[in-house]
């Protein structure tokens, strides 16, 4: 697997090791959610800098089938 596949990894070990030991489903669920999320803001900022397609609010409005509210 790829180098951004062993980062991934031992990102979401960190996560995991850094939570204290009687983690309760529910925090863990809540650190594993806010990881993901993390990493899809970063995923984003890097696509935004890197010249992938971008969006208008009016495009992804669009895309989702929903209409701006004034």
């Not at 850094?18 to 809540?30: G, S």
């Amino acid at each position: 697997m790829g180098n951004g596949t062993s980062t991934l990894k031992a990102d979401a070990r960190r996560v995991i090791d850094e939570l204290p030991d009687d983690v309760t489903v529910t925090d863990l669920w809540a650190a594993i959610d806010a990881f993901v999320v993390r990493k899809k803001i970063e995923r984003g900022l890097a696509a935004s800098s890197d010249g992938s397609p971008r969006y208008t609010t009016e495009e992804v409005m669009a895309r989702l089938g929903l209409s701006e509210q004034g």
